[in-house]
């Protein structure tokens, strides 16, 4: 059976719980221990695909699918496993299985509770994590605060798994605040207290406290967390604000965290190897070059919409020692008028055009990419930046004024890009998008060749339109070269533009399969490409 550690949070959002539970199974991996990652998300959404990212930020999708809370994202590049549609469960998600089930009649004569009906649909999510991955270890991380009334049952679920599995199958790591008050000058540790009290209230005694705040908390600090938390002084472990995510880790490992872990669950304590992630931490503290790429987005006032995009850009850039400044471009303010696109992209050595939904900002985006392609910019298109890089040419080079994508104008007489015959009967918006692995077939001598290195590859996608294939030869004729495409559905998946230094764009998102130790093959020679840009 596997072993459970289940991540929460107090006093506030935003102290790193996310990081926190990755740097866990990290640590654990690294001692030779399978891991696998699972994130509750106390929202009533069955999944964040039909959420506005400028509010929730990315949605991060797994190989098989799923669409998932940006967390995920941060464990795949952290533990560097695939994750899966067991590794995200919403509030949404089990209320709905439990409904149904009660419609199909499934507990014929019982009284659908929250306890006992919703929290056994929770614990089995918990179970399964363990039992479909084989894991060793399920680290599990709770959204939210404790305390929140939407996570309430997540929580007790979480109570009556510790008494089915007891304390050597289970642990909590209760994270915290610690903060500094001018003024007073000292570190408060009140907030902590009161949030682990919140959490015994819910019948959850934690194992090991973490502790954010922007000094080290000093001895009688932490005796003070530890008398008034019972919680032994080696179990508070620190975090300490750091520079650099990739830090927490080896912090926490100074501090033995993941032996804590294994001895409380009878395992053996082996030694680590935390090599790569060493010489990481070195790369990105010893970046020498700097250069600028502009990201077009249409939402870019929440930077973590574009979270595993400004990831992947940065990893690529670490292979090359360069730290990589992004200058965050909203598409609709290169609509008006005034908009000067030589002076907005004067310093940028390389244009990005990421994912996104709806017509708003669309005109913006095509006249980032038309700048791009006159001016011989290096260029990479992901998901709607391919259908946008595909717009522009059928309008600019191919001389379709009107072409458009039929997600933009349901009438448009050239949709260039458009709806698949298998899409046109969806109804639903959730779940129903093109998600998740699909081959793509590439064409050697091209650049996607000369990237991937490899004339089949398998990528994530998440979108509803596609290339329109009656527009293919006269594009092909023009200079637009097809470089990749799906066999099964003969959809296109990458173009690229001959006579340009370098111009890519893909139907699917490369940006979620990068690694800050491995960097994607697409962002890699387009950040190399930008690098080599002398304008
Ligand atoms: N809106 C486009 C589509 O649905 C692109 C989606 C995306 O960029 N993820 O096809």
Redo the contacts with the bound molecule.
């Keep these: 059976m596997a072993k459970y550690v289940f991540v929460t949070g107090g006093v506030c959002s935003g102290l790193g719980k996310g990081i926190t539970a990755s740097s866990i199974a990290l640590l654990l991996k690294s001692k030779g221990y399978k891991v696998f990652m699972q994130k509750f998300d106390p929202y009533m959404n069955v999944d964040p695909g039909t959420m506005s990212p400028i509010q929730h930020g990315e949605v991060f999708v797994t190989a098989d699918g799923c669409e998932t809370d940006l967390d995920l994202g941060h464990y795949e590049r952290f533990i560097d496993e695939e994750l899966n549609y067991t590794s995200n469960i919403t509030n949404g998600k089990i209320y709905s299985s439990v409904i149904d089930k009660e419609r199909v009649g499934d507990f014929l004569g019982a009284t659908i509770q929250i306890v006992p009906h919703i929290s056994n649909e929770i614990k089995n999510k918990i179970y399964e994590a363990g039992t479909s991955s084989g894991a060793d270890i399920v680290i599990t991380e709770i959204g939210g605060t404790v305390g929140d009334i939407e996570s309430a049952v997540m929580m007790e679920s979480l109570r009556q798994f510790r008494l089915e599995v007891g304390r050597e199958n289970s642990l909590f790591v209760h994270t915290t605040l610690v903060p500094y008050l001018f003024g007073s000058n000292e570190l408060k540790t009140k907030p902590t207290q009161n949030s682990i009290i919140e959490l015994r209230r819910l019948g959850i005694q934690p194992d090991i406290i973490v502790t954010r705040a922007p000094l080290d908390l000093g001895e009688a600090v932490k005796k003070k967390i530890s008398l008034f938390g019972s919680i032994p002084v080696e179990n508070i472990i620190e975090a300490k604000d750091v520079a650099n995510i990739y830090q927490i880790p080896i912090n926490f490992h100074k501090q033995h965290i993941e032996d804590i872990i294994l001895k409380q669950f009878g395992l053996k304590v082996t030694k680590s190897n935390l090599d790569t992630w060493e010489n990481l931490i070195k790369t990105v503290e010893n970046l020498d070059k700097e250069i600028e790429i502009a990201l077009v987005g249409k939402y870019t006032e929440l930077e973590d919409a574009y979270l595993s995009v400004k990831e992947a850009l940065k990893a690529a850039g670490y292979k090359y020692n360069t730290k990589i400044k992004i200058k965050w471009v909203n598409s609709e303010e290169l609509e008006c008028k005034t908009s000067n696109l030589k002076d907005v992209f004067k310093n940028s050595k390389g244009i990005i055009v990421?994912?996104?939904?709806?017509s708003r900002g669309i005109e913006g985006m095509i006249k980032a990419c038309e700048y791009a392609r006159v001016n011989k910019i290096p260029y990479l298109g992901?998901?709607?930046?391919?259908?946008i890089a595909v717009i522009e040419f059928a309008r600019h080079v191919c001389g379709i004024s009107d072409a458009s994508?039929r997600?933009f104008d349901e009438l448009c007489p050239n949709p260039v890009?458009d709806l698949m015959a298998d899409q046109k009967a969806i109804i639903n918006k959730g779940g129903t998008?093109?998600l998740g692995n699909y081959r793509c077939q590439i064409t050697k001598g091209t650049l996607a060749y000369k990237d991937y290195k490899s004339e089949e590859i398998l990528e994530r996608?998440?979108?509803?339109?596609?290339f329109n294939n009656s527009y293919k030869d006269l594009m092909s004729n023009k200079g637009l070269t097809i470089s990749g495409v799906n066999p099964e559905a003969n959809l296109v998946e990458i173009i690229e533009l001959e006579n340009h230094p370098h111009f890519i764009a893909c139907?699917f998102?490369p940006e979620f399969k990068s690694r800050p130790t491995r960097p994607h093959p697409l962002f890699d020679s387009f950040i190399k490409a930008s690098i080599e840009n002398k304008k």
């Design positions: 990421p994912g996104g939904f709806g992901i998901c709607l930046g391919m259908q994508s997600e890009i998008l093109r996608h998440r979108h509803r339109y596609e139907q998102h």
